[in-house]
């Protein structure tokens, strides 16, 4: 494999890790500097300021202390997001242990396996997740606590369960003349000390815990300060929507925040789309985090029925008055996402082509970021006024990006890619880490793309989902699903291969077709129209032949990335 057509982000001056070898030095320096601030909020609960964190931090490393927690003993924790979640990951990582965050979504087998793997020794979870779990299925755990409150559902161990019971009078007895800023002396680490192992919510329906040393947090965190917390304001207001668990949510919506003085609201409920617009109205967040599902939806549900009239659509084709009336289309997106964001950055998955060509038509500050857990997640990213439609950015500080193509440009190849950002490898798996990390430290992604000569990425597909045509052409699914998801009554689809037929599996706008009061067989036309149309943009090697209904929505990863590996 020929490797050309090299970026390599240069180091910027870093303005918040004063001590480079620990990140934790961050998390101290954050909480010291804005002590008396609002620091983490439950979306429509209670607020906690950044001394209420440390006061929270330092009660947890009591009972680590009394339960004989080690440096480097791992702690898990499984929960919607919420502040205590916050707490307890900061509680981790600041007393030198290892936090093992757990999607809540996964279900009561993996939670139980994902326990057993990493052989965490406590477990904090949420009142949701704490009716899924099974303790009799993970015997090596010594202490189950309750997020909400912190109080021990479980313990197996004496002096966990007394240090439970006396935690104020030890408390008191530890601080006697009240606890302050000048008390905060925690676990410092290294660069290279491993100090979180996170289970990955892939497609392929194989969880494999990756291995992130300090300096894939710091990494993150320092580059995001760098390039957007720059534009923020200094107190700015950020919502946290995605999985924490998630290393998308928690680098960009939680230790980059965090570590910035900000403050943070956690919407603890389901993240429905109406739930997150009342969100953001009422929060008004600086910048907001997203995976292209949520975009979509509220650009669709909440600002394409005020647009889309005749006479709109009349006046956008007046080079006299388009200007505007973009303006005045743009202020209505900017009135749907709180009205004050410098911008959205979406994540996790391509943005609809539609959505995102109307976005940057109105002037609208949206971009595409790129990464993997493996990376923590950023490999790339552009600021809004660097984006170029299609793309997911450049190279972010600190990390290398190569196209294996002997023509970068026009054909597609696997992106690799080494940095402050990789991971150190997939816990007790070294075929898998054989297979992604090559000996000279490149990371082998799995995606497909192309490569401008400035160093903007366009990714294709995943190099496993794509297919093989008739003859021997190179097929990509998410290519034909974005332009099928853009046609009428379409809500989400993907397509497969049967036998040397390409057949696209659609789940329709039922909302809508209630409204419409359509039967099944109206569907079913309307799709073959759908089908038929969408032929006649692709060759003849990537045409559906057939396409199939589907009564429910696609099953997804807590990224709400469908789960491909079921629907093959």
């Given at each position: 494999m020929c490797m050309k057509h090299i970026i390599f982000a240069q180091n910027f001056e870093y303005c918040a890790m004063n001590d480079p070898n620990s990140f934790n030095s961050?998390?101290?320096?954050?909480?010291?500097?804005?002590?008396?601030?609002?620091?983490?909020?439950?979306?429509?609960?209670t607020t906690l300021q950044y001394h209420d964190v440390a006061r929270k931090i330092e009660k947890l490393h009591i009972m680590m202390n009394a339960a004989g927690i080690k440096k480097g003993d791992r702690i898990a924790v499984c929960g919607r997001n919420s502040a205590h979640w916050a707490v307890a990951f900061?509680?981790?990582?600041?007393?030198?242990?290892?936090?093992?965050?757990?999607?809540?979504?996964?279900?009561?087998?993996?939670?139980?396996?994902?326990?057993?793997?990493?052989?965490?020794?406590?477990?904090?979870?949420?009142?949701y997740v704490v009716n899924q779990i099974d303790e009799q299925q993970m015997p090596h755990l010594e202490g189950i606590f309750n997020l909400p409150d912190f109080s021990l559902y479980v313990s197996h161990n004496d002096q966990l369960t007394d240090a439970r019971e006396r935690l104020n009078e030890l408390f008191g007895r530890k601080y006697p003349n009240a606890f302050r800023r000048e008390d905060i002396h925690w676990h410092q680490g290294t660069d290279?000390?491993?100090?979180?192992?996170?289970?990955?919510?892939?497609?392929?329906?194989?969880?494999?815990?990756?291995?992130?040393?300090?300096?894939?947090?710091?990494?993150?965190?320092?580059?995001?300060?760098?390039?957007?917390?720059?534009?923020?304001?200094?107190?700015?207001?950020?919502?946290?929507?995605?999985?924490?668990?998630?290393?998308?949510?928690?680098?960009?919506?939680?230790?980059?925040?965090?570590?910035?003085?900000?403050?943070?609201?956690?919407?603890?409920?389901?993240?429905?789309?109406a739930v997150i617009a009342e969100a953001f109205k009422e929060i008004q967040p600086d910048v907001i985090i997203a995976v292209p599902l949520i975009i979509e939806k509220i650009v669709r549900k909440r600002v394409f029925p005020k647009i889309q009239s005749n006479a709109i659509k009349l006046?956008?084709?007046?080079?006299?008055?388009?200007?505007?009336?973009?303006?005045?289309?743009?202020?209505?997106?900017?009135?749907?996402?709180?009205?004050?964001?410098y911008e959205v950055i979406v994540g996790g998955a391509p943005l609809n082509q539609e959505i995102e060509q109307f976005l940057y038509d109105i002037?609208?500050?949206?971009?595409?970021?790129?990464?993997?857990?493996?990376?923590?997640?950023?490999?790339?990213?552009?600021?809004?006024?660097?984006?170029?439609?299609?793309?997911?950015?450049?190279?972010?500080?600190?990390?290398?990006?190569?196209?294996?193509?002997?023509?970068?440009?026009?054909?597609?190849?696997?992106?690799v890619t080494r940095g402050k950002h990789v991971m150190l490898g997939y816990y007790k798996n070294?075929?898998?880490?054989?297979?992604?990390?090559?000996?000279?430290?490149?990371?082998?992604?799995?995606?497909?793309?192309?490569?401008?000569?400035?160093?903007?990425?366009?990714?294709?597909?995943?190099?496993?989902?794509?297919?093989?045509?008739?003859?021997?052409?190179?097929?990509?699914?998410?290519?034909?699903?974005?332009?099928?998801?853009?046609?009428?009554?379409?809500?989400?689809?993907?397509?497969?291969?049967?036998?040397?037929?390409?057949?696209?599996?659609?789940?329709?706008?039922?909302?809508?077709?209630?409204?419409?009061?359509?039967?099944?067989?109206d569907l079913q036309n309307i799709m073959e129209q759908n089908r038929q149309e969408l032929n006649q943009t692709l060759p003849a090697y990537s045409r559906i032949q057939a396409f199939e209904l589907q009564e429910k929505e696609f099953m997804k990863t807590p990224k709400k990335s469908i789960k491909r590996y079921l629907y093959k």
């Open positions: 961050c998390i101290e320096k954050t909480i010291k500097e804005n002590w008396l601030l609002d620091a983490l909020t439950d979306y429509k609960g900061l509680a981790t990582l600041s007393y030198g242990a290892m936090i093992v965050p757990i999607l809540h979504e996964f279900n009561r087998e993996q939670i139980h396996n994902i326990v057993n793997h990493s052989e965490a020794r406590l477990l904090f979870v949420g009142d290279e000390d491993l100090c979180m192992i996170n289970y990955t919510s892939g497609t392929t329906g194989f969880s494999k815990g990756v291995m992130l040393p300090y300096r894939a947090l710091s990494g993150n965190v320092e580059y995001c300060q760098n390039r957007l917390g720059v534009h923020m304001p200094k107190f700015s207001r950020t919502l946290s929507i995605l999985p924490m668990a998630h290393m998308y949510g928690m680098s960009m919506e939680f230790l980059f925040p965090f570590c910035s003085g900000y403050h943070l609201y956690f919407l603890t409920r389901l993240p429905s789309p006046l956008l084709q007046m080079p006299v008055v388009s200007k505007k009336v973009k303006e005045r289309i743009c202020q209505e997106v900017y009135t749907a996402f709180g009205g004050r964001l002037d609208f500050p949206i971009t595409v970021g790129y990464g993997t857990t493996e990376c923590a997640p950023l490999i790339s990213y552009s600021d809004y006024h660097d984006f170029v439609p299609g793309s997911c950015g450049t190279a972010v500080d600190n990390m290398e990006v190569r196209i294996l193509s002997d023509d970068p440009q026009n054909r597609e190849g696997e992106i070294e075929e898998a880490t054989r297979k992604a990390l090559d000996k000279d430290g490149w990371y082998h992604t799995g995606d497909l793309a192309t490569m401008s000569p400035d160093g903007h990425i366009f990714i294709r597909g995943r190099l496993k989902n794509m297919l093989l045509g008739a003859n021997g052409q190179n097929v990509y699914p998410e290519e034909i699903e974005d332009k099928l998801n853009s046609m009428t009554m379409v809500n989400e689809s993907i397509v497969v291969q049967r036998g040397d037929k390409l057949v696209a599996l659609v789940y329709p706008d039922m909302d809508e077709a209630r409204n419409m009061g359509f039967t099944q067989d």
